[in-house]
């Protein structure tokens, strides 16, 4: 399984970035996929997650309403489109994937991983 997530880059507060995680067919259709970040000295925090199977999302409090998580099926890709971005949301950006329900949102449970994309809000 490989996830490659692309769009990361730095921005302005109050700008936005839509990033994007390639995946397969497969993993597309059968998984709790989704994004988590990482800033420095902090653990992975889960921030938008999809059970692909049913369209169910769930979102991290701090970006409700200013992030909004999406496939985009004729590309194969996994998207999240970032609104509103505030110098908090400065992090590493991984795609992230496991078999099964989102309900378990701890990083532990996610089998598979992408490189990372750098998003910086100034």
């Known amino acids: 399984v490989q996830l490659v997530e692309s769009g990361g880059g730095s921005v302005q507060a109050g700008g936005s970035l839509t990033l994007s995680c390639s995946v397969s067919e497969f993993e597309y259709r059968s998984n709790c996929m989704g994004w988590f970040r990482q800033a420095p000295g902090k653990e992975h925090e889960a921030v938008a997650l999809?059970?692909?199977?049913?369209?169910?999302?769930w979102y991290a409090d701090s970006v409700k309403g200013r992030f909004i998580i999406f496939p985009d099926k004729a590309k194969n890709t996994m998207e999240l489109q970032m609104n509103d971005l505030k110098p908090e949301d400065t992090a590493m950006y991984y795609c992230?994937?496991?078999?099964?329900?989102?309900?378990?949102?701890?990083?532990?449970?996610?089998?598979?991983w992408g490189q990372g994309t750098q998003v910086t809000v100034s």
């Open positions: 992230a994937a496991k078999r099964g329900a989102c309900s378990n949102r701890d990083q532990k449970q996610f089998s598979y």
């Open positions: 999809i059970y692909t199977p049913l369209g169910i999302r």
